[in-house]
């Protein structure tokens, strides 16, 4: 395949495994726990490195991977101890953060751990990284982002029904004896191997774009769940292709430029999506005013005028 | 080591970049002890992920010149901030949803403008870089005087509507009802935590920059239910923090300054989490422990109650009334003798 053929297809998968998470984080109201995730896996990566001493892809996805899932056991520790849950992931996530910028600059300044790179992601050297799997030879990122993208669509869909229950009615799914915590953990977990998985390739803002962004856009568009997943897919996708090549064209950072397309999508969502978009609301609702105003009432009166 | 400190603060840069961090911590933790009780902490981060696009334009427009890069960042944080309330109101998503929008896309906005700056001939030497984590040590006399001036004007307006906004906080509805205007006075405090937001980015940086509004501010709430008393402690931990970071990162020139001083703020929330008294860990669980004390000795003196017959014999039925352990039967029948319960 060609050398923009990966960077797409990267994307695109990326894309997929974030946003079917995002659906899920969007309608249980958690969606900044990925942005929270998003910032302390830089802490997850320099503390794998300080140990092990390796840079070796493996061992940071599981240090990335460990960190993301403390920050979220510290954010409810917190809640459940009595802090506003705002507040609760504000606090946690920029002191991970914060400790993980402090230890690259104090203990691993020389070496290549570049905080921008994890920030930003480099998208444009995914193809260069490569693997031989099969005597194929693929990009290391988009194995572990295809590997990622088939464990999330299993989880989801062997457990769509309590997924389902358990973000719409949540007393009623605990009342039926659907394991409620388990079932929180687990996407806690799976929002955090994700970003990991895919914040090397598209970088942390974009993994929160890709969360946060297509799920909200797809969410103005449908009623139901399962539409609401394959939305959000389409639009991350479309996202991708417009981003790579408006990024092209303008010689800038793709995985900003993708993050800015799932924005221009929003936008067009939150502005002419069916029954929920700004402009097509006003526009149905100034026409059933005029089909009001124009039905032929059924006692006119003799001079035509008309009473409000 | 402390010669080193010693001699640094000798230099009369840094004690201007000094005085500038801790009135900057102080404002920071004035605004964000309201913004913290108005639920919207997460607004700040929105709001300083915002302003790198601002930043970047104003550098496009008008080149490193630090009012034009703190107006640019000023317009993109009330943008962002109108940008969470349309979405919030005109649509029937939540406001975490919204800000987490606002935040990623308007930061992938801003890295493909950092990108088109790099690019162009001028870029390499742009320093916009240093903006994403702070470095105060690079801040010059003009820089220190624009962001003390900035933090003193929003302390002054917390001190002049501190009466208004704590009512606007807790009860808007009663605000309304009295005639006030409700509106301007969100108004008057969203634009204090936009001001505080850019004048704090050169310093603490983009990404850490909500913490010096968050982290001060809910170290102050585990010490007291007072207002006043509140603000003025979160006052005191946002300008200890900016003090200490500023320092520390001046002694070990490789440190960025935002996440030193975003670290001590949170030692000291984790201090008060704590060990605050009523609220904090510590004291709710000896709090606890008490109470499980006083509750065990009420239950034993019931069952005294319960079992008929002399005190000496009573031991063993007493127990099985109480259906406690040895150990903790013979704790309590001796506190029972002890207090002469019975004879």
């Known amino acids: 395949m060609t050398y923009e053929g990966w960077i797409i297809i990267t994307g695109v998968l990326a894309g997929a495994s974030c946003s079917i998470i995002g659906v899920l984080l969007v309608l249980r109201q958690t969606a900044m726990i990925s942005d929270a995730i998003s910032h302390t896996v830089i802490l997850g990566l320099v503390s794998a490195f300080l140990l092990t001493g390796t840079l070796d892809s493996f061992t940071m996805l599981i240090g990335a991977a460990v960190a993301g899932l403390l920050t979220t056991i510290v954010i409810q520790l917190l809640k459940n101890s009595g802090v506003q849950s705002d507040a609760a992931i504000g606090v946690t996530f920029t002191a991970f953060f914060a400790l993980g910028v402090f230890l690259i600059s104090r203990y691993a300044g020389n070496v290549h751990l570049d905080v921008n790179h994890a920030l930003m992601g480099n998208i444009a050297f995914v193809p260069f990284q490569t693997v031989t799997l099969f005597g194929v030879s693929i990009p290391q990122a988009f194995l572990f982002v295809s590997i990622v993208l088939l464990l999330n669509v299993a989880v989801i869909t062997l457990l769509y029904k309590e997924w389902k229950l358990s973000t719409f009615d949540p007393a009623l799914a605990v009342s039926l004896g659907i394991p409620a915590v388990f079932l929180h953990y687990l996407l806690m977990t799976m929002t955090s191997v994700t970003a990991v998985s895919s914040f090397d390739s598209v970088g942390a803002v974009l993994v929160v774009a890709f969360m946060i962004v297509p799920a909200a856009s797809a969410y103005l568009w449908t009623r139901k769940l399962s ?59 100034k026409q059933h005013r005029n089909r009001e105003w124009n039905r032929q009432p059924a006692f006119a009166p003799a001079d035509g005028k008309r009473e409000l | 080591m402390i010669q080193d400190w010693l001699s640094l603060l000798g230099s009369p840069n840094l004690r201007w970049v000094l005085l500038g961090t801790m009135f900057l911590g102080m404002a920071s933790g004035i605004v964000g002890s309201f913004v913290l009780l108005r639920k919207e902490s997460l607004v700040g981060e929105a709001m300083s992920h915002a302003a790198l696009p601002g930043v970047c334009l104003g550098f496009l427009v008008a080149g490193r010149e630090l009012p ?51 690019n162009s001939p001028a870029g390499n030497k742009s320093g916009l870089d240093s903006y994403i984590f702070g470095q105060a040590a690079s801040m010059v006399p003009s820089d220190v005087w624009m962001m003390s001036s900035i933090a003193i004007l929003v302390t002054a307006a917390a001190l002049l509507f501190f009466k208004e906004w704590k009512l606007v906080i807790f009860d808007p509805l009663f605000a309304g009802g009295l005639g006030w205007k409700t509106k301007t006075l969100n108004s008057v405090l969203s634009l204090s935590i936009v001001l505080i937001v850019t004048a704090g980015i050169q310093a603490v940086g983009i990404i850490l920059m909500s913490a010096l509004i968050i982290t001060p501010a809910i170290a102050a709430r585990y010490w007291t239910d007072r207002l006043g008393v ?32 975003v670290l001590t703020a949170t030692v000291i929330f984790f201090l008060s989490f704590l060990f605050a008294p009523k609220r904090g860990k510590l004291a709710q669980v000896l709090a606890h422990r008490q109470f499980r004390r006083r509750w065990k000795k009420q239950q034993a003196l019931k069952a005294l109650g319960s079992v008929p017959g002399t005190a000496a014999s009573k031991y063993e039925s007493w127990q099985k009334a109480l259906g406690a352990k040895n150990n903790e039967a013979k704790k309590l029948w001796n506190w029972l003798k002890k207090n002469r319960y019975f004879m």
């Not at chain 2, 640019?72 to 975490?96: T, Y």
Request: proline residues 1%; glycine residues 12%.
């Open chain 2, 68 to 118: 034009a890069l703190m107006t640019g960042a000023a317009v993109f944080g009330l943008i962002s901030l109108w940008g969470i309330r349309v979405i919030h109101r005109h649509s029937k998503l939540k406001q975490d949803t919204a800000i987490g929008l606002i935040l990623s896309v308007f930061f992938g906005l801003g890295i493909v403008l950092l990108t088109m700056i790099t």
């Open chain 1, 227 to 285: 539409f609401m997943f394959l939305y959000s897919v389409v639009f991350s996708a479309a996202a991708c292709f417009s981003g790579y090549y408006a990024a092209k064209w303008l010689n800038v950072s793709i995985s900003g430029s993708m993050a800015v397309m799932t924005g221009v999508i929003f936008l067009i969502s939150f502005l002419f999506a069916g029954e929920n978009g700004v402009i097509t609301r006003s526009v149905r609702q």
């Open chain 2, 230 to 261: 509140m603000v003025i402690l979160a006052s005191v931990i946002g300008a200890f923090s900016g003090v200490t970071g500023t320092l520390i990162s001046a002694v070990d020139g490789g440190i960025p300054t935002g996440p030193v001083v």
